[in-house]
């Protein structure tokens, strides 16, 4: 069913979650992939729309556009036996917060533009 975003972040905050897979035909860059990211979730996602961007070897796995389901298999194999899982988790998180974080991307923005006006 459908849940609200709070209930999603106390769900993620409050149960270990092993990954996040998102095998969509045609996405942008999902929301909803961001914010599992966000704590820490490894992820699984098809490469298509945006997916590329927020989904690679560090943060989990990126599937063909069509996967097949040894793709996903593997993809879930991949995950499973990484070498340190917390490892994948904490560049997860990294990478939401380095590039996709709202507050640090809003501040950034900002000042961006506040610079070139004062120039």
Do not use: C
């Not at 389901?69 to 593997?74: P, S």
């Not at 998180?93 to 950034?108: L, M, S, T």
């Amino acid at each position: 069913g459908q849940l609200s975003n709070q209930e999603i972040y106390t769900f993620y905050a409050t149960h270990p979650v092993d990954v996040f897979a998102l095998v969509s035909e045609s996405e942008g860059l999902s929301v909803a992939t961001m914010e599992a990211q966000s704590f820490g979730i490894p992820l699984i996602a098809t490469d298509v729309g945006g997916m590329s961007e927020i989904v690679n070897d560090r943060t989990g796995r990126l599937l063909p556009a069509q996967p097949t389901t040894k793709d996903i298999a593997d993809a879930l194999v991949f995950i499973s036996d990484h070498t340190s899982i917390e490892e994948l988790r904490d560049n997860s998180r990294e990478y939401w917060e380095k590039n996709f974080n709202a507050v640090a991307n809003y501040d950034a923005f900002v000042k961006e533009l506040l610079s070139t006006m004062i120039k």
